[in-house]
């Protein structure tokens, strides 16, 4: 067997979270806490400080993800979710464990994210690609596909400040698909698009995963979208990986505690396959 695209070895992403104080209500409160101030900060130091609280937004997370599967993430708001992707992305740096992916990376996180709002579609098409590595005879030859699958023709000189969330997300997702990315990682921003465009999207992660061989990520509430599009499903609660196994088993077990407003289990269950 290949070695995997993406290893996750105990993962773990901790967030002081900062408390903050009453406002000042005199000017003798100001002088005592400007006084204070030296204090306060020996005791975050050392870890002794009530006005942090410390929030694992990630603990203990292993998974791995072969070339051409197709994997959903699922899991409630605060789940861990889109942390898991940006640590994947190489967006923010992880606190524990280890994590190894094979191959070029394209991420569709957040709207905007990787393009410069002062420059037109043309111009972030093309800055894209080398932020990839890709040479420009290389996009070139690419080019016409992603203009025609994000159906931006008419605005491709027009600075994308200027384009609706919609346009934006056609042409990321365009750009992200079609530049040969052994790793296509993509959060619930499609969730901007139209549903024709949705349809579209999943059309195309199904075709670079099963033709081209490429690995995918895909993380969103839309329940019917991930069966639609994944073999297996990962499932996160409270930062932790509960769930990891075929997509219907998996969707099943979220689907009914979710239904009977149950806490879901922080131990890890390795669904059959």
Known sequence: MSLPAISVDRLGKLYQLIHESQPHQSFRDLITDFAAAPLRRLRQLQGRDESLEAFWALRDVSFAVHPGEVVGIVGRNGAGKSTLLKVL?????????KVRLRGRVASLLEVGTGFHPELSGRE?????????????????????QIVAFAEVEQFLDTPVKRYSSGMFVRLAFAVAAHLDPEILIVDEVLAVGDAQFQAKCLGRMKEVSG????????????????????GRVVLLNKGRLVADGPTAEVLSQYHSSYQRGEELSTETQSVPH
């Open 89 to 97: 992305s190489r967006i923010v740096e992880p606190t524990e464990g």
């Open 124 to 144: 972030n098409i093309y800055l894209n690609g080398s932020i990839q590595g890709m040479r420009k005879t290389e996009i070139d030859a690419k080019f016409d």
């Open 211 to 230: 033709s081209a061989g490429r690995t995918v990520l895909f993380v969103s509430h839309n329940l019917a979208a991930v069966s639609a599009l994944c």
